[in-house]
Nanobody, 117 residues
Framework: QVQLVESGGGLVRAGGSLRLSCTVS????????MRWFRQAPGKPRESVAS???????DYLDSVKGRFTISRNSVKTKLYLEMDNLKPEDTAVYYC???????????WGQGAQVTVSS
């Protein structure tokens, strides 16, 4: 079992920055991928950024160069630094971890990010 608690988010003007944090506890050794997803109203949930156990990162094309995913070495903290935010980044953002060997997914409670134009 893994528990995730998010913090951060809020309202920001276009061009501004926000940082999301996720505190992770539980069976940390089983985690192989940590990710941030987002879901805008009326749209499906999409993966925004991921970081593997080995530190390899990947990003949604629309956020490349603007968002940065990171974590601490013991996997108790996951971060998403969001710069040059755009109104289309408005969504509820969720932290997520996947554990081996069953590829079980765990989710945070979600954090609202609203970007005004």
């Amino acid at each position: 079992q893994v528990q995730l608690v998010e913090s951060g988010g809020g309202l920001v003007r276009a061009g501004g920055s926000l940082r999301l944090s996720c505190t992770v506890s539980g069976s940390l050794d089983d985690i192989d991928v940590m990710r941030w997803f987002r879901q805008a109203p009326g749209k499906p949930r999409e993966s925004v950024a991921s970081i593997t156990d080995g530190g390899t990162t990947d990003y949604l094309d629309s956020v490349k160069g603007r968002f940065t995913i990171s974590r601490n070495s013991v996997k108790t903290k996951l971060y998403l630094e969001m710069d040059n935010l755009k109104p289309e980044d408005t969504a509820v953002y969720y932290c997520n971890v996947r554990t081996a060997p069953m590829a079980t997914n765990y989710w945070g409670q979600g954090a609202q990010v609203t970007v005004s134009s």
